[in-house]
């Protein structure tokens, strides 16, 4: 972020929304995303007109849309909540915007502080602990006079690495009290690398005979997409993206592209087996999702990691671990002439063409958005069974054009893609939903409306929760229960929220009904009922 110079000198007594507006200007957080009530009215008053509200309709969207926002401006987004009710129904948001490692800061109205003691309607108890542990910082502050200042922390804590969210609870009363104006200090929390611990990784990857990266979502987030393929031709690694990485940080059309790491224990073994150094970029050591047993890596294997999060050095099940910032870690990497003669890697086997049946397949609708959408589109991904074919039939090749939940939890997908739309007007932003995942934040569809947002969504309609069909007949559950979705019309829903809205049946239908989603100036959802 750029720290602005703020002229400080004002005329009249200063109040905390004064010191709070004039934080947020210096911040460049003058979009809020918020869902209002009777404790956040005050904040609201006599709103100025460079600021402008993004409302959602319901909380946990408005997290999810600030999420996508804050991480398409490299900037914290603010979000301001209704009491404990509207954190609550953030939770889920929170959690996954923790995991996602978005800078936000959240901030909630309170009750009056006279009140307080008599638990009025809509008191939030213990307001700074609900957000807990899924927050890097919260506090109500103690005096009204000091809400500026919790936000100036709530804002560095979010912007240093691992970056995250963080929680103010703000006393209705507080705004209209004498506050101070704080002007944004320059603070840098970037991290150089230890210099002799990046001298023997790159002692180790120039004698290695086959290396490989595994590179995972903080490499994109750090700014490092350039610098990871420079490095990764210098020596002609093997590039693995970490399992569930929730950004894409490495070409998926590069020669040296190799796959995707699954997050199972045993899995990543035996891919990383035929590696004798294997760096880590940006990423756990490992995700893993199902249970399996093994060694976490083959025995002839050194492992290596880079990461701009201490926990994660902290709990790796082995190898050497560096915290750093990537791009400064890369950067670093190459000063020391690390490079190899190693023959040229074969390029991976192209994919074949799907040919056209009538029903639509997943790989047929995945080919057909690669061939069709523009290519500096963003997607943003959530269609769990559907991103093996996604990674097969639709690779992302650019730097910030890719955007998944890295919590697991559901429902960030659709409203991310809103937040990620305005921050970016100028780009093409493709949400790819499942049909059960979008329902768990459908409400983003009218503020895309209301913005009158260029976002085409894609809904993989196959009337299932069809990620977890496919787990439960892993785990022998003949019959699983509570996963078909029948008797949604996402048409209706989308014409219901403002949007246009069409379905798609037969695949000789699908391109130009894509192609025109693709181009549409308003949000267009299409329905893709898939086989
Ligand atoms: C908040 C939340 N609730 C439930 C789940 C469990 N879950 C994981 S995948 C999945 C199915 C998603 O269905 P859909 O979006 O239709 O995609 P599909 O699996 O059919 O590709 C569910 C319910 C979750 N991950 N997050």
């Known amino acids: 972020m750029s720290i602005v110079t703020l002229d400080t000198s004002r005329v009249g007594p200063v109040t905390v929304r004064d010191g709070v507006m004039h934080l947020l200007r210096g911040f460049g957080m003058t979009t809020i995303f918020g869902n209002p009530g009777s404790t956040e009215l005050p904040f609201y008053c006599n709103w100025p007109a460079d600021f402008r509200y993004i409302l959602g309709l319901q909380e946990s969207v408005v997290v999810a849309m600030a999420d996508g926002y804050a991480q398409a401006t490299r900037n914290a987004a603010f979000v301001n909540l209704h009491s404990a009710a509207g954190v609550g129904h953030a939770l889920g948001s929170v959690f996954t915007a923790y995991r996602n490692r978005t800078p936000l800061v959240i901030t ?3 009750q009056t502080r006279s009140m307080l003691m008599t638990d009025p309607f809509l008191f939030a108890q213990s307001a700074s602990e609900f957000p807990k542990p899924y927050v890097k910082w919260s506090v109500e502050p103690a005096r009204a006079e ?17 970056c995250g969210p963080t929680f103010v609870s703000i006393p209705a009363d507080d705004w209209d009290q004498p506050g101070e104006i704080i002007t944004p200090r320059l603070v840098s929390f970037r991290v150089r690398p230890d210099a002799g611990m990046i001298s023997d990784v790159a002692r180790a990857l120039s004698v290695s005979k086959r290396p490989a990266l595994v590179v995972g979502p903080a490499v994109d987030r750090n700014n490092a997409w350039d610098l990871v393929v420079q490095l990764a031709e210098r020596i002609q690694a093997a590039v ?9 940080s490495f070409p998926e059309n590069h020669p040296q592209f190799t796959g995707f790491l699954p997050a199972e224990r045993n899995l990543i073994a035996a891919a990383l087996s035929g590696h004798d150094v294997v760096l880590v970029l940006g990423a756990p ?16 294997t050194t492992l290596y990691q880079i990461v701009d999060d201490a926990e994660l050095a902290s709990w790796a099940l082995g190898g050497t671990a560096i915290v750093a910032n990537l791009d400064l870690a890369i950067i670093d990497l190459l000063d020391h002439s690390v490079s190899a003669k190693r023959p040229l890697l074969p390029a991976r086997p192209a994919t074949p063409r799907i040919q056209t049946s009538d029903v639509i397949s997943v790989d047929f609708l995945m080919q057909t958005l690669a061939e ?3 290519d500096d589109s963003i997607v943003v991904e959530e269609a769990p069974s559907s991103r093996a074919s996604m990674q097969k039939y639709l690779p992302i090749c650019r730097s910030e054009s890719f955007y998944a939940t890295s919590s697991g939890g559901l429902g960030f997908g659709l409203p991310a893609a809103v937040g990620v739309a305005l921050a970016k007007p100028d780009r093409r932003v493709i949400a790819l939903v499942g049909d059960g995942s979008s329902m768990y934040a459908v409400q983003a ?13 894609i809904v993989v309609r196959n009337g299932t929760y069809g990620a977890l069909r496919g787990l439960a007949t892993r785990l022998g559950t003949n019959a699983p229960i509570g996963v ?22 037969h695949s000789n239908k699908l391109g130009a009904v ?18």
């Open 484 to 505: 078909d979705l029948p008797g949604i019309d996402f048409v209706a829903l989308a014409i219901g929220h403002g949007c246009e809205g069409i379905r798609v049946e």
């Open 372 to 374: 069709l959408r523009p």
């Open 146 to 162: 000091e809400v500026p200042a919790a936000i100036a922390r709530a804002y560095y804590t979010a912007m240093q690495s691992p």
């Open 285 to 300: 050591a490992f995700s893993y999702h199902v249970e399996t047993d093994g060694p976490f890596l083959a025995s002839a």
């Open 108 to 110: 909630a109205g309170q």
């Open 445 to 457: 569809l009218w503020t895309a409306a209301q913005h009158n947002l260029p976002i085409t969504i």
């Open 514 to 531: 894509m192609a025109m989603a693709l181009q549409a100036d308003r949000p267009t959802l299409v329905e893709v009922i898939v086989s």
């Open 240 to 248: 693995w993206a970490s399992p569930k990485s929730g950004r894409c």
